[in-house]
C-alpha cells in the first residue's frame, strides 16, 4: 500500500477519491485550502462509510494560487492524485479567475511532485477540453479531441480545464524528469452526495427536482457517477498502461436534458412531480440570454447533438461504471437523505 496526496479534499470528487483510497487500505492524505474545514473533511468521509478511519487521513494547507504548502503535502507520497481545480456555478467576469488557478495549480502540483520524487500524478481535467469549439459532429468523442480554446463559442471554464491541461503535459514533456502523467476527462458529475459541497453538475439536479427549472433546454451531457471516477483515477494509478494517456470518463451515451428529466421523474414518483420535462424553444433562451449572463453561456451549445465513449477507459483499465440512470437517482435520493432539497421536496 502506498502513501497517497488528493488535493481539494473538500471537493465532491476529492472526498469520493478518498474513500476509494482509504477503502483500499493506502495511507491517505489530503489537501485543503483552509485547515479550518478539516472536520468538514471527515465528516464526508464518515457520511461516505469511511468510519474511524476518517480521522486518520492527515490534511494540509495549499491553495491552487500560492507555493507554501505543497512541498509538505507531497512530501513521501509515491502518488497524488490532482483533483483540485476552480468550477462555479456562474461565468465569472474575469476569465482569469478561472484560468489561472486551474493552470497554475496544476503546475504547482506537477512540480512538488517531481521535486518530491512522486512516481505517477493522476490529473483530474474534464470532457471540457475534449468536446468543445467543435459545430455539429455525429461521431463520438474521444480522447484524441481537444476544444479549441481560441474558439470564441468556448466558455471560460472549457477554455481553463483546456489550457490547464495542455500546461501539464508540456510540463511533463519539458521538465518532468522522469515524473509520470495521467489524465481523468470525466463529463457530468453525479452520484451520492456526503455534504453541502458537491458538483456544479449535481446542481442541475437539484434545481430540476425543487421545480426551479421551467422546462428543459435542447442539449445533451453526459453523466457519470462520482465513485466510479473515483476507481478510475485509482486504476489510472497503478496501471503501467495508463502512463502517458488521457482517459474520457462517460457512463453510456449523451443523454438529453429533457431524457435527464424524464428519468429522475419516473424514477423519483410522487417525489418527483416538479420536475418538468417540458422542452423549451431556443429563442426563448436567445431572448431570456439577452437579460441573463448565465442562460447567455450556454447558448453556444443549444442544439448540438454530443457522445463520447470511454471505450479505452474499458479495454485498457478494465473500468466498468454504472448507468446513468443509476447515478442520477442517487444523486436525488442522497440529496434528500441529507436535507438538501427545497422544504416539501422528498426523493
Known amino acids: 500500500m502506498a502513501r497517497v496526496l488528493v488535493t481539494g479534499a473538500t471537493g465532491f470528487l476529492g472526498a469520493h477519491c478518498l474513500l476509494r483510497l482509504i477503502a483500499a487500505g493506502h495511507e ?9 474545514r478539516a472536520e468538514e473533511v471527515r465528516s464526508m468521509l464518515r457520511q461516505g462509510g469511511a468510519g474511524i478511519a476518517a480521522d486518520s487521513v492527515a490534511l494540509f494547507a495549499a491553495d491552487l494560487n500560492k507555493d507554501k504548502g505543497w512541498a509538505e503535502a507531497v512530501a513521501g507520497c509515491t502518488y497524488v492524485l ?6 462555479p456555478s456562474r461565468v465569472p467576469k474575469d ?8 493552470r497554475d495549480g496544476a503546475l504547482r502540483a506537477l512540480a512538488a511532485s517531481r521535486d518530491a520524487g512522486v512516481k505517477r500524478v493522476v490529473l483530474t481535467s474534464s470532457f471540457a477540453a475534449i468536446g468543445y469549439g467543435a459545430s455539429n459532429r455525429k461521431a463520438e468523442f474521444t480522447e484524441s479531441d481537444w476544444t479549441n480554446p481560441d474558439d470564441p463559442s468556448v466558455q471560460p471554464y472549457q477554455r481553463s480545464k483546456t489550457i490547464a491541461e ?25 452520484g451520492p452526495v456526503l455534504g453541502a459541497d458537491f458538483s456544479t453538475s449535481i446542481h442541475l439536479i437539484k434545481r430540476m427536482i425543487e421545480g426551479r427549472t421551467p422546462g428543459c433546454p435542447q442539449m445533451w451531457f453526459g453523466f457519470v457517477d462520482a465513485r466510479d471516477v473515483a476507481d478510475l483515477h485509482i486504476l489510472a494509478m497503478t496501471a503501467p498502461a495508463a ?10 451515451h449523451f443523454l438529453s436534458v429533457q431524457e435527464a428529466a424524464q428519468i429522475l421523474k419516473d424514477g423519483l414518483g410522487d417525489a418527483g412531480a416538479k420536475v418538468s420535462t417540458r422542452r423549451l424553444p431556443n429563442w426563448l433562451l436567445r431572448v431570456v440570454g439577452l437579460f441573463d449572463p448565465e442562460i447567455r453561456g450556454m447558448l453556444p451549445e443549444l442544439g448540438k447533438r454530443k457522445d463520447a465513449t470511454a471505450t479505452k477507459a474499458q479495454t485498457l483499465l478494465g473500468w466498468t461504471p454504472r448507468s446513468p440512470d443509476e447515478a442520477i437517482l442517487a444523486t436525488a435520493i442522497s440529496l434528500d437523505k441529507l436535507g438538501l432539497l427545497s422544504s416539501k421536496t422528498s426523493a
Open 28 to 36: 491517505v492524505r489530503g489537501t485543503v485550502r483552509d485547515l479550518g
Open 82 to 87: 490532482h483533483v483540485a481545480s476552480p468550477f
Open 95 to 102: 476569465e482569469n479567475d478561472l484560468i489561472r488557478p486551474s
Open 166 to 190: 495542455r500546461a501539464a503535459w508540456d510540463f511533463i514533456n519539458r521538465e518532468g524528469r522522469g515524473l509520470e502523467l495521467a489524465v481523468i476527462n470525466p463529463v457530468g458529475i453525479l
Open 243 to 252: 502512463n502517458g494517456e488521457r482517459f474520457l470518463a462517460t457512463a453510456g
